[in-house]
């Protein structure tokens, strides 16, 4: 019973390159959310999604970052132009329900971005 | 929007000791509030949770509480063991949707 799946676990880019970010959610979930954990500090939201939807971005900054979740295949978080304040954890977490209700979030083991 | 306090951010007790994490929220619409530990490098891991028609969950060694008036709620672990050190976070949900807002965190220290 795989969990939630992340990968690249690792990744370093050097300022102004792509970085991008894959997470499989738990077999048989259909919401996936994403988090950003600066050193030493909580988890923030960024951005929820389901199948082929976003639902709320509120916490995503407006420009460079992006986020999908197709029909077939991960949910992917984009960060165009990385700038060395990017340099964070990014964890991504799944559920079986959402929208209104909150279902429980299961976590992957994160993507350790390093932006040199 | 949503915002939840976490207090301490950091206790050390003594092994066989109880731990207490309190945290406070926001917004009287959140229903739902779990607790999560996360060891250094690790993910974080749902240890316990309670949702707002209930005012208290215990499973083994741990407890949370939940005051909806005051919009408290606190983690409570008995007898801690050295394996019980970690960073926990507490978290709120609901109302309008899904996403999780997160304390600060809490650095536990258990000292054999």
């Known amino acids: 019973n795989a969990g939630v799946m992340q990968n690249p676990r690792h990744l370093v880019r050097r300022r102004g390159q792509e970085a991008r970010l894959r997470c499989s959610p738990m077999?048989?979930?259909?919401?996936v959310y994403w988090y950003r954990q600066l050193p030493e500090e909580g988890l923030k939201f960024m951005v929820y999604l389901q199948k082929e939807n976003i639902i709320d971005e509120s916490g995503m900054p407006k420009e460079r970052f992006s986020a999908e979740f197709p029909k077939e295949g991960p949910s992917i978080l984009r960060i165009q132009q990385v700038v060395r304040g990017d340099s964070a954890a990014y964890f991504c977490?799944?559920?079986?329900?959402?929208?209104?209700?909150?279902?429980?979030?299961?976590f992957g083991p994160g993507t350790r971005l390093t932006v040199l | 929007g949503e915002n939840v306090e976490q207090h301490p951010s950091t206790l050390s007790v003594q092994e066989g000791d109880s731990a207490v994490i309190k945290c406070t929220y926001s917004d009287s619409a959140s229903n739902y509030f779990p607790w999560y530990k996360q060891e250094l490098g690790k993910r974080p891991q749902l240890i316990i949770d309670?949702?707002?028609?209930?005012g208290e969950k215990k499973d083994q060694r741990i407890a949370v509480t939940l005051n909806k008036t005051a919009k408290h709620f606190s983690l409570h672990i008995t007898e801690t063991q050295p394996e019980d050190s970690a960073v926990y976070f507490c978290a709120a949900s609901g109302g309008r949707v899904s996403t999780l807002t997160f304390g600060k965190g809490t650095m536990l220290l258990v000292s054999p």
């Open positions: 077999k048989g979930h259909s919401h």
């Open positions: 977490a799944s559920s079986g329900q959402g929208g209104y209700f909150t279902d429980t979030q299961y």
């Open positions: 309670i949702r707002s028609n209930v």
